[in-house]
């Protein structure tokens, strides 16, 4: 079992960046694939990237792809959204999940934080 902290949410003008993080407590950190989610109010949860447990391998939703990266760090069992190029339509609740398997479905992501705020302003 993991416990998920995400940081790093605010305000933000368009075409701006920020860098999420998302800090995992206990020692099995780098045995999960780790993913970003977004929901927007009204909106169903959504998927935003995926990285896999060793940091080889990465996938993005075509929303975000080229603006974003995700990133891993398993000795400080942290692992990151950068967001680049910032548009008002990124704005939602950033939710970051651990899972044993490598996908983007949200049923199949096991532990989930609590979620960061990220607004991007016109």
């Known amino acids: 079992q993991v416990q998920l902290v995400e940081s790093g949410g605010g305000l933000v003008q368009a075409g701006g960046s920020l860098r999420l993080s998302c800090a995992a407590s206990g020692r099995t950190f780098s045995s999960y694939h780790m993913g970003w989610f977004r929901q927007a109010p009204g909106k169903e949860r959504e998927f935003v990237a995926r990285i896999t447990w060793s940091g080889g391998r990465t996938y993005y939703a075509d929303s975000v792809k080229g603006r974003f990266t995700i990133s891993r760090d398993n000795a400080k069992n942290t692992a990151y959204l950068q967001m680049n190029s910032l548009k008002p339509e990124d704005t939602a609740v950033y939710y970051c999940?651990?899972?044993?398997?490598?996908?983007?479905?949200?049923?199949?992501?096991?532990?989930w934080g609590q979620g960061t705020q990220v607004t991007v302003s016109s």
């Open positions: 999940a651990a899972s044993d398997r490598l996908t983007t479905r949200v049923s199949a992501y096991d532990y």
